[in-house]
């Protein structure tokens, strides 16, 4: 196979091109201050730097399998292919579960079982490599492929955990967050599932470097168009709140005496300050602004959600649809021209999807059948 890569000045091109560009995406990632894809957008500073890692470490282990395609002697090469494997297990693959641990911003995951899942893998490899064998190669292949199972399952339940955290905590973000992940983990899996079971041909060897080129693209792509929505530190001091008809002062530590009151003032003042001055109109309004702006703990609103049997999104976009059905019929009165996506973004909404897909979820109906209603 070999001596078939060495002649194969096309693929020597595409190896080539797919080491700089882990390289230099690598190098952008890490030097680069501002965001050359969406520069409203502030990326994740902990996601950045891990997929630095993981492209520069993408690279050298590029650089590392290169001899091999000018090494004669089988030994050499088996010994070369060992501890360029030895290399993915402790780097490469350790690296790309991190990135994806990193693109979940709900909070902030332990990194530890990571290594402790690929250290069998690295144990057999460091055993390969001594005994210069690869009798043990079949067992680690099948304990790689059932870590990759375990943790796709994992990553599938701690995508959903992401998703109800993004629907209590922001209004303006759609499906995609979670679609986004899911094809992240898809791609790195089915990556190295190939890698680990492919046949190790020439066309093989096509495949697994245009998968590179694939996966570098969109993980820059993605670190650079994900918004940074790390929550503000809340230290282990008890948070004041006010409570307003009673005039006193009500701490996290007496909670439960406190909720009645709570309960009681929280909806004065979100129509106070959220429902009145229209700030549902803000496109990127998230639960801690809201929080700063009615000026109440951030738990103690998230419970008043839940008691209401609601979450952040659904309030925030339920003000925005009602929004949008009082501009529709004021606009009807006057005969003015109807708009549905203008007067969805001036409603508050960023995305038409979204407001599509909030709108039947509020009204039961679909936008387009609703209109046609008003315009009767």
């Not at 390969?128 to 067992?139: D, G, H, K, M, N």
Request: net charge neutral; with cysteine.
């Amino acid at each position: 196979m070999y001596d078939q890569i060495r002649q194969d000045t096309l693929f020597i091109i595409l190896y080539t091109v797919t080491t700089v560009m882990a390289a230099m995406a690598s190098i952008y990632l890490q030097f680069r201050r501002g965001n050359a894809f969406a520069a409203e957008i502030t990326p994740p500073r902990r996601l950045r730097r891990w997929t630095a890692a993981f492209l520069a470490v993408s690279a050298v282990g590029h650089l590392w399998y290169l001899p091999a395609t000018v090494l004669t002697s089988d030994d050499d090469i088996m010994l070369s292919m060992l501890i360029g494997a030895l290399l993915d297990c402790m780097l490469t693959i350790p690296l790309a579960l991190v990135v994806m641990l990193c693109m979940l911003q709900d909070r902030r995951r332990p990194l530890w079982p990571v290594s402790v899942m690929v250290a069998p893998l690295v144990v057999g490899m460091v055993v390969c490599i001594v005994t210069r064998s690869e009798a043990q190669l079949p067992w680690l292949y099948g304990y790689f492929l059932l870590m990759a199972v375990g943790f796709t399952i994992y990553m599938v339940r701690a995508v959903r955990q992401y998703g109800r955290w993004l629907r209590d905590n922001y209004a303006d973000l759609e499906n995609k967050e979670l679609w986004q992940s899911f094809v992240v983990l898809a791609v790195i899996m089915l990556t190295f599932g190939y890698y680990v079971v492919g046949y190790g041909g020439k066309t093989y060897e096509y495949i697994v470097q245009m998968c590179g080129l694939v996966l570098i693209g969109y993980l820059l792509w993605r670190v650079e168009t994900l918004s940074d929505l790390s929550l503000p530190i809340q230290t282990d001091e008890a948070i004041v709140v006010d409570d307003v008809v009673a005039g006193t002062v009500v701490t996290e530590d007496v909670e439960d005496n406190a909720q009645p009151s709570v309960r009681k003032n929280i909806g004065p003042l979100l129509k106070q300050h959220c429902e009145e001055p229209q700030l549902y109109l803000q496109y990127d309004l998230s639960l801690s602004q809201l929080v700063t702006m009615i000026g109440v703990n951030r738990s103690y609103l998230s419970k008043h959600f839940a008691l209401q049997g609601i979450s952040y999104n659904a309030y925030i976009n339920g003000l925005r649809i009602q929004h949008f059905v009082n501009l529709c019929h004021e606009r009807a009165i006057t005969h003015q021209p109807l708009s549905v996506k203008q007067l969805a973004f001036e409603s508050g909404f960023r995305s038409y999807s979204t407001f599509n897909a909030a709108f039947q979820q509020v009204m039961g109906t679909t936008a387009t059948e609703w209109m046609r209603n008003v315009e009767k």
